[in-house]
């Protein structure tokens, strides 16, 4: 699987929109995007995938450049509900019956009130 | 919820034991995952069953095993417990049955954490 990276923490104030970036340089074309968040100690939680189109669903929006080298998340209203973090994942479009999970080191979003 | 449990919340047991953690998938769902997060370790992936046949194996240690069963709920079974065990035991699910195989979000529980004195 491709290795991303990402900051170690942002602050985002509450009500403002949350753009947690990730450089995924070594992505091959048959790989996805993938999100998750951790809030504190729970199960990680699937926020939302791409290949190569930006996406939207009712967590959040993904933005993938056009080279496929890096993404960004975006919150558009965090909520203090919203601190956690965050991991960027590149994995195989078709893992056949196996599709284990990389987990780096992610970003952990502060959103303050 | 995600719709995966977990079985028991806690654990505190001492070294040298055996300890068998619980996971029982979202209906449907025919994948199993275990992954482990420890503090100096992050989240790491342990072993995966399909079906009730093992497809993947992470970094798990030879003193750790796994099974799923024909309901398709999973253990995974720590023996020789080591202080160094003690962590976040997650299980995650996915692949539901006429699910298109290429969308395969997984689905966490909430974890067990072990600790061993």
């Known amino acids: 699987d491709a290795k991303t990276t990402q900051p170690t923490s942002m602050d985002c104030a509450e009500g403002r929109a949350a753009n947690l970036p990730c450089n995924h340089s070594?992505?091959?074309?048959?790989?996805?995007v993938y999100w998750y968040r951790q809030i504190h100690s729970q199960g990680p939680q699937y926020i939302i995938h791409?290949?190569?189109n930006n996406e939207t669903n009712e967590m959040a929006s993904l933005i993938i450049t056009e080279d496929r080298k890096s993404s960004t998340l975006i919150l558009p209203h965090a909520t203090l509900r919203d601190t956690a973090v965050y991991y960027c994942?590149?994995?195989?479009?078709?893992?056949?019956?196996?599709?284990?999970?990389?987990f780096g080191k992610g970003t952990l979003l502060t959103v303050n009130p | 919820d995600s719709g995966v449990t977990q079985t028991p919340k806690h654990l505190i047991t001492a070294t040298g034991q055996r300890v068998t953690l619980r996971c029982s998938p979202r209906s449907g769902d025919l994948s199993v995952y275990w992954y482990q997060q420890s503090l100096d370790q992050g989240l790491q992936f342990l072993i995966q069953y399909y079906n009730g046949e093992e497809r993947a194996k992470g970094n798990i240690l030879e003193r750790f095993s796994a099974q799923q069963f024909p309901d398709l709920h999973s253990e995974l079974n720590l023996s020789s417990l080591e202080l160094g065990d003690s962590a976040l035991y997650f299980c995650?699910?996915?692949?539901?049955?006429?699910?298109?195989?290429?969308?395969?979000?997984?689905?966490f529980g909430p974890g067990t954490r072990l600790t061993v004195l």
């Open positions: 995650a699910s996915s692949v539901s049955q006429g699910q298109r195989r290429t969308y395969n979000e997984q689905f």
């Open positions: 994942i590149v994995r195989p479009r078709d893992g056949g019956s196996n599709y284990k999970l990389t």
């Open positions: 070594t992505i091959s074309g048959n790989e996805y």
């Open positions: 791409g290949l190569k």
